[in-house]
């Protein structure tokens, strides 16, 4: 009997353990590359040696890696996907027009590039251990066949030599965008060996948006004509041979003889590497104290002062918001992180982002992505919501976080109290853009399951608002299941456990679960897996025996707990708490000015419940379900009873 007690807490304690650390494997690289960049013909030659650890338990008989260029050709899947959704109606305009469903970055831009705008990569060799391997190009993905499997926790390197022209800017990367004036903006530029996880390969093609890498070391070396200036991931290892503001402070820079300079960069810990260049880049550099350095790259085309200011402005706002981002969300673990003008919206990037122009609001949703997509590297293609709507919820919060700041600085300032005070009437506070663009697809009916592969969307809009605000929803709505504070740790807990490892939706779930006590999987269940609806509302309300009694009733399809406050003629409040079913628990008490009474949990099978009060029907003055507007009901006209006696 001891020795199986013995037997059990080892095995219990060795069960408790995993779940605090998580250990899922993950594949490894090591990506050493040389490129050449010829500015008079926007091609470039390049050589690659990719060392890869197979740290699966799986025998590998081939591999993939992404072309992405391939796609800016005329019919790619790109170019044929954004055709045809360009001729679904989405609604109507103002004039009673059909509202087609256009990327208006791509549209049919592709069809008509000509042949020195159009974007290629080409693989002209490939070996795996110095053996020429056998390889097939299908549009953006190339699929190689090895000669000799790759073992489990085995390394083996490949070596490759390519050539690319760089497109016409339509979408992320590209050049000669006319918005910006940026000549180069080089995202997806080299051959990218797909991801190889516990569900196998994700050979995904490059039709229109997410990514998904492997995580590793990046050494990069880029020449290219000596009066262009680069920025983007990684860490320059010859500043003092480069300049151009990177160089150690009162350092004389000295340059190479030649008409080109050799950009040498090292990137630990990523999953991508991407640079933009151009010729008139200005180069602001912030360095913050015990934290990374922040650069920020732009083009002022037009000379016009106002850019200049903005874009100061942007780095100024960078070290003011990260000790708020760092204390919410966990610490930005790299040395720099620059914001590069470039691409044609906005795109995150390991250690950088792409910006089209100086939006604070943009650079906060980028930077933000360092957390989720750079650290907590999520297959994008399947959990676009985990990706874009925890980002834009982020970005609200940074935005808010930054405007109450500058105003505190400087209450006279009429536009800055004018956000505030807005903000302030919003509800739910900080996120109320994403509920209603969340209701706008609602009432649409073209909302699809955010269980959605991101290219499978059946439209742009279903895609954007999913993504976007139901995905940034899902945790504004999780606090108000668990608490805010909850959530909060829920986050950090998060980022704690699975930063540098590709977390999934479940693995989430579980980190919620923990931290909060409570049941969830039912929340995911029917807010990612379904479209069904949030409903309730307020039946009718009588006495009995000197009581007040309330029935509510469940009108949509999906249950959630309910808050109600009441307000009663003295003015005093109290706040009703029916917990969900589901949850085997309840949330703690968020508000400890409001009394909280808390009844039996309401079973989603029964369409009403019904609570008593302790004081007289006359007593009441006002009931109202979730006045703090976090559920997302979508019909919120019968939540609230004003009573006049």
């Known amino acids: 009997m001891k020795n199986f007690l013995c037997l059990y807490l080892l095995i219990a304690t060795f069960s408790l353990f995993a779940i605090a650390q998580p250990d899922r494997w993950q594949q490894r690289v090591k990506y050493f590359m040389d490129v050449k960049m010829d500015v008079s013909t926007n091609q470039f030659k390049g050589k690659q040696r990719l060392e890869y650890t197979n740290n699966s ?43 087609l469903d256009w990327d208006d970055r791509v549209r049919d831009r592709i069809l008509n590039l000509k042949p020195d705008e159009i974007g290629y990569q080409k693989v002209l060799s490939l070996k795996m251990n110095g053996i ?7 549009e953006t993905i190339l699929e190689v066949k090895l000669t000799k499997p790759i073992l489990p926790k085995s390394t083996v390197a490949f070596d490759l030599q390519f050539e690319a022209q760089v497109p016409l800017q339509v979408r992320r990367s590209g050049r000669d965008n006319p918005q910006t004036g940026v000549r180069y903006s080089m995202s997806q530029w080299y051959p990218k060996l797909c991801e190889y996880d516990y569900e196998g390969w994700h050979p995904t093609p490059y039709v229109a948006r997410e990514f998904y890498g492997v995580w590793g070391d990046y050494d990069v070396k880029i020449s290219i004509d000596k009066n262009y200036i680069i920025g983007g991931t990684g860490y320059l290892q010859n500043a003092n041979q480069i300049g151009y503001g990177y160089e150690t402070p009162g350092t004389k820079v000295i340059r190479p003889a030649g008409d080109t300079l050799t950009w040498h960069f090292i990137a630990p810990n990523v999953h991508d590497f991407m640079w933009a260049a151009d010729p008139q880049y200005k180069h602001l550099v912030r360095n913050i104290p015990n934290g990374p350095v922040i650069n920020v790259l732009y083009k002022n085309k037009n000379d016009d002062p106002k850019q200049d200011t903005l874009w100061t402005t942007l780095a100024d706002a960078a070290v003011i918001v990260l000790p708020f981002i ?45 957390w989720y997509q750079m650290m907590l590297g999520t297959n994008e293609s399947m959990y676009a919501w985990m990706d874009e709507g925890f980002t834009s919820y982020a970005e609200s919060l940074v935005s808010d976080y930054y405007y109450n700041y500058q105003f505190q600085k400087h209450p006279d300032n009429n536009g800055l109290r004018d956000y505030v005070e807005k903000q302030k009437l919003q509800l739910p506070l900080h996120h109320a853009g994403s509920y209603n663009s969340y209701f706008s697809l609602v009432k649409s009916g073209l909302e699809e399951p955010l269980t959605t592969h991101a290219d499978h969307f059946n439209t742009n809009f279903a895609y954007g608002n999913a993504s976007y605000s139901k995905g940034a929803m899902f945790l504004e709505q999780l606090g108000y299941i668990v608490g805010a504070p909850v959530r909060d740790k829920i986050l950090l807990e998060y980022y704690r456990l699975w930063r ?69 003629k003295d003015g005093s409040k109290e706040m009703v708490y029916i917990p969900q079913y589901f949850m085997f628990g309840e949330k703690p008490i968020e508000d400890n000015s409001i009394p909280r009474k808390t009844f039996d949990a309401w079973k989603w099978t029964h369409p009403t419940y019904t609570f008593d009060l302790s004081h007289r029907l006359t007593d009441v003055k006002i009931v109202e379900i979730d006045p703090s507007q976090r559920m997302a009901d979508v019909d919120r006209k019968n939540n609230k009873l004003e009573l006049n006696w």
């Open 57 to 99: 338990p799986d025998t590998l008989y081939k591999v993939f890696y992404h072309l992405y260029w391939n796609a800016f050709q005329p019919n790619s899947m790109m170019d044929t996907r954004s055709r045809e959704l360009g001729k679904i109606s989405i609604g109507k305009g103002r004039n009673g027009q059909d509202r």
């Open 326 to 370: 760092e204390k919410n969300f966990g610490k930005y673990p790299y040395k720099q992180y620059s914001f590069v003008h470039g691409g044609d919206g906005g795109m995150e990037y390991p250690m950088a982002t792409l910006l089209a122009g100086p939006s604070l609001g943009g650079a906060f949703h980028e930077w933000m992505h360092s």
């Open 132 to 138: 020429a391997q056998t390889f097939k190009e299908e």
């Open 500 to 568: 540098f490892k590709h977390p999934n939706a479940d693995d989430f779930m579980r980190i919620a679960e923990k931290t909060s006590g409570l049941k969830l999987d039912w929340y995911k269940e029917y807010w990612v897996s379904t479209t069904k609806t949030i409903d309730y509302g307020i039946d009718s309300l009588w006495e009995e025996d000197g009581k007040a009694k309330i029935r509510l009733k469940m009108i949509g399809k999906m249950p959630m707990p309910i808050d109600v406050l009441i307000q009663y």
